[in-house]
């Protein structure tokens, strides 16, 4: 499962790509990009306030929204949540907001990928790019793993999957 494999690691604040070829990887094969959950949550609090000025949220009441809801793929069904508006509460749509937040990280994915690619060995790209591994906290976000598919496309067969649990896969 190891071999071939390319894993992008959605954490926090930083995403980590990291190409595995059965050697301990090197320092260049790696690709930090500074972006990750931390970067959703803010874009997903100024979506929010700009799409409804009256909404008062926290920075946990927006981690917990983006974590509960995060989504990239086009919307089936409409996202409402109730938010306190000077102390009442009050139901708010918020799906192009939060889609829209969390969609600010995949050009930023989609570009790792590609510089990972063009440095990985010409014979085993085609392997590599069948099994690109997502996993951190930002790998829950719906969708993602078919869109980013879906922008890899000119590559030729692209499989991307998710690891079956964010919080304990790293340490297993």
């Given at each position: 499962r190891l071999t071939d494999t390319l894993i992008v690691d959605i954490g926090a604040?930083?995403?980590?790509?990291?190409?595995?070829?059965?050697?301990?990887?090197?320092?260049?094969?790696?690709?930090?990009?500074?972006?990750?959950?931390?970067?959703?949550?803010?874009?997903?609090?100024?979506?929010?306030?700009?799409?409804?000025?009256?909404?008062?949220l926290s920075a946990y009441m927006v981690r917990d929204l983006k974590e509960k809801y995060g989504f990239v793929h086009e919307p089936t069904e409409a996202i409402s949540v109730v938010l306190p508006t000077e102390g009442r509460p009050q139901s708010f749509e918020i799906t192009e907001c939060i889609r829209a937040a969390c969609l600010t990280l995949v050009p930023h994915i989609v570009d790792s990928i590609r510089e990972v690619i063009a440095k990985y060995d010409p014979e085993f790209q085609a392997s590599l790019l069948k099994n690109i591994v997502l996993a951190g906290g930002g790998s829950q976000i719906k969708g993602l793993d078919r869109v980013l598919e879906s922008a890899l496309r000119e590559y030729g067969d692209v499989s991307v999957s998710r690891v079956y649990d964010s919080v304990f896969a790293g340490a297993v």
């Open positions: 604040g930083t995403t980590d790509l990291c190409p595995l070829q059965g050697t301990y990887p090197t320092e260049d094969s790696q690709v930090t990009v500074p972006i990750g959950g931390d970067v959703i949550d803010g874009h997903l609090h100024s979506e929010i306030i700009k799409a409804h000025p009256q909404a008062r």
